[in-house]
Antibody, heavy 119, light 111 residues
């Protein structure tokens, strides 16, 4: 069974750093791209970017380029989303999601990690 | 402002058929497959329709998708109370490498 397991909720202060994980299991981790999607409170889904676990090649949405970093540790089948300096506007639910075969979109989603940034 | 345009809300009574539209452009829906996701309250999204009109195993055949030109639709027949959820369309957008366009989401209410 394909699973993407994310960590629990985080509460941080503005300016702090954070890295949230997404562990894949039940499939060949390096064969499928991983993406990250943001959902702000009461709002819709926003594409942040994707990473190829086989070589760490990454694409970012212009809206998130330079503000977040997507990375991979394929030795432990885990993708990460990282901030070096959080803002209150980063408060949101963050989902990792697997992209399907070929040029397919998301076929499996993680359960989400809620990040709250507040002073 | 989402790249794909969906109505913010839709509603129907049990047993009815409802449709949700998704409008895009030549760089996304016009040239790529459309996907639909269902997000039940308080949960992660789930794949509902892939490649315009294909259902993953486990998705009831009450759900169907179609695409024409730069628009797509999701139809739900025999509406049930458990279908009350947010629905999102999505497609690759060729205007930017590796960019996925999402619709703003449609909240479906079962009256």
């Amino acid at each position: 069974e394909v699973q993407l397991v994310q960590s629990g909720a985080e509460v941080k202060k503005p300016g702090e750093s954070l890295r949230i994980p997404c562990k894949g299991s039940g499939y060949s981790f390096t064969s499928y791209w991983i993406s990250w999607v943001r959902q702000m409170p009461g709002k819709g889904l926003e594409w942040m970017g994707r990473i190829d676990p086989s070589d760490s090649y990454t694409d970012y949405s212009p809206s998130f380029q330079g503000h977040v970093t997507i990375s991979i540790d394929k030795s432990i089948s885990t993708a990460y989303l990282q901030w070096s300096s959080l803002k209150a506007s980063d408060t949101a639910m963050y989902y990792c999601a697997r992209l399907g075969d070929g040029y397919s979109l998301v076929d499996y989603w993680g359960q989400g990690t809620l990040v709250t940034v507040s002073s | 402002q989402s790249v794909l345009t969906q109505p913010p809300s839709a509603s129907g009574t049990p047993g009815q058929r409802v449709t949700i539209s998704c409008s895009g452009s030549s760089s996304n829906i016009g040239t790529n497959f459309v996907y639909w996701y269902q997000q039940l309250p308080g949960t992660a999204p789930k794949l509902l329709i892939y490649r315009n009109n294909q259902r993953p195993s486990g998705v009831p055949d009450r759900f169907s998708g179609s695409k024409s030109g730069t628009s797509a639709s999701l139809a739900i027949s025999g509406l049930r109370s458990e279908d009350e959820a947010d629905y999102y369309c999505a497609a690759w957008d060729d205007s930017l490498r590796g960019f996925v366009a999402f619709g703003g989401g449609t909240k479906l209410t079962v009256l």
